[in-house]
């Protein structure tokens, strides 16, 4: 079983997560994993916080010479802004308490109230700072193991932005996955548009202005999965379950859909559902067939001309590109403060200015890439089990030899 967990607080010392369940032989470096902290940390409307921060991981176990050992792998990711936080966020009892880091006014639109009361917290900074989106840097690194997992076996996950406080992009072109994630790579926004990123751009900036923030949606799309992976038989092992589980745990996302997702409620059903085509000889698969990537290069194979169920059907995947979307709602740290009441006075009052994101919908879209990589690695060790990525390697080709055959 693959799983991971994390820890850290947005002002403490620093992030780790835990890995266990990776096969022995996989190749690591820090270097790989440093590319998506990058990535996660760029995006247009992001605040003075990631001027601080440059995520570096230091792995501090799993790995040696190069390679997982099969124990578990230990991710550190240490915050630079923690130097301005030492009485603040100290472990031990401070010899001053600065009451001005307390905080007793919860945000609309956070953790801080719910979790206040839940845990009894009198101090909200227990609750806000494990709530904070900072976490999702541990998820990053981890999942960028998860990504080089998948990559050994030629699936690729790719994220891109569709919407940003309004204003869409919609794709009308065929997917495909490695031009639009180049294009994401190439806008500050992750809209492989340009004229798009450009409106999207603006709409961030005139947000700003108003001190107020922006949500969004984005894409992630994964390539060369295997039909199989998770299964009919149990709601905990549906592929399609597990992954939206896995992207609406992402702070501040509020919704996921799978291929046509809510569109589904007005198109009728013989044009819901994709056909089935089936191709005997090699070299005759259609631009749709490609789009799947190279899970099953050999021919024969089933096939689909279209892809409205998401590359997911009875909770499995069938071979087709995985395609999710999901939303995230504006940040709630407002420069134009929202009504709100004091835990101590009980007295209404307007939230002070904080520093703040005007928007992190393409940092957001980085994460999910994470989160998705994550849970498809898991989904994938499920099918083909093994300790060592060769033993992997063969049962994944004996699987392939039957799906083939079938
Ligand atoms: C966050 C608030 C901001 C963001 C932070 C998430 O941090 P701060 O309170 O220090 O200004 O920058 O995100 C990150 C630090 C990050 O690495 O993504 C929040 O309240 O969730």
Redesign the pocket.
Known sequence: MLRYLTSGE??GKELTAIIEGMPTGLDIAAAQIDRDLAR??AGYG?????RI?T?RVEITSGVRWGMTTGSPIALVIKNR?WENWLEAMAVAIPDAVEDERQVTRPRPG?ADLAGGIKYGHRDLRNV?ER????E??ARVAAGAVAKRLLESFGITVASWVVEIGGVRWTRVRRLDAARLFAGAEASQVRCPDEGASARMMRRIDKAKAEGDSVGGVFEVAVTGVPPGLGSHVQWDRKLDARLAAALMSI?AIKGVEVGVGFKAASIPGSKTHDEIFYMAKAGTMTKAAHAAGPWWPRSPRFYRKTNNAGGIEGGMSNGEPIMLRAVMKPIP?LYRPLRSVDIGTKEPFKASV????AC?VP?AAVVAEAAVAFEIAGAFMEKTGGDSLAEIKRNYEGYLAQVAEY
Do not use: Y
Not at 131 to 134: D, G, M, T, V
């Open positions: 947005s002002h996660r940390q992001r605040g003075g916080r990631m921060e995520d802004d956070h806000l709530s904070s989106a900072r999702t840097a702070q740290t904080e520093r703040s994101d992190a940092a």
